[in-house]
């Protein structure tokens, strides 16, 4: 039996063992990227024979924390890897702003605005904008993006999602606004368990693979 979670009790489960002391946010995240990775290699080998180029996209909250980890770890593999944020730094929750400073000693990191967005422009897009707590549709710089790599169908087949495609509930699969713009993954990475939008309505379609990875909880 496949066990699937809402992202409330998701929070519920990451909430308790944290406050039991069981694991720090800060090792959970550093267990997710390091989950990104092998998992993006086990999808993907001939990424895993030699370095190559990786555009990671960095959300405000959380999820952007597990970007910056996944940026790190492929760094620190040999590869060239730009990274772009959504958002202000300086208002990065303590586990990713924490995440973006390691990330500041090997790296910079740019505007959203500046992100590529078609597929010769690098061997993999990492997708860590939003993750499940996403209620609202996207906009601005994040929408422009995926709407217009939309045009490029080869761009999902490079594009790993961080938890669940920015855009999309992670509660009912649907597409969180009326322009139907969501990230396009081939390979989705998601941690403890599967959430409910990785199988209802879209989501097969905008998750691509779904594979769920042990963090420790």
């Not at 597990?66 to 586990?95: C, H, I, S, T």
Request: hydrophobic letters at 45%; glycine letters at 12%; one cysteine or more.
């Amino acid at each position: 039996m496949t066990e699937l979670l809402t992202a409330a009790q998701m929070r519920a489960i990451e909430q308790a063992a944290i406050e039991s002391g069981q694991v720090t946010g800060l090792e959970l995240m550093e267990r997710a990227g390091h989950g990104v990775v092998e998992a993006v290699f086990e999808a993907w080998p001939k990424l895993a024979r030699a370095p190559h180029h990786a555009v990671v996209l960095c959300g405000p909250g959380n999820n952007g924390g597990d970007g910056f980890v996944v940026a790190r770890l492929l760094k620190e593999w040999g590869w060239q890897v730009e990274v772009f944020l959504y958002g202000d730094a300086n208002k990065l929750p303590p586990d990713a702003k924490a995440n973006y400073e390691r990330w500041r000693e090997m790296g910079e990191v740019a505007a959203m605005e500046a992100a590529p967005r078609f597929a010769h422009e690098a061997a993999l897009f990492v997708d860590a904008l939003f993750g499940t707590g996403l209620r609202r549709p996207l906009e601005g710089a994040v929408l422009t993006w995926a709407a217009d790599r939309e045009a490029d169908p080869e761009a999902q087949g490079k594009t790993v999602a961080v938890d669940i495609p920015s855009g999309l509930c992670s509660d009912s699969g649907h597409e969180l606004g009326h322009n139907g713009a969501t990230v396009l993954a081939s390979l989705t990475v998601s941690f403890h368990a599967a959430k409910l939008g990785h199988y209802l309505q879209y989501g097969p379609f905008k998750c691509g693979r779904t594979v769920v990875v042990d963090i420790g909880l």
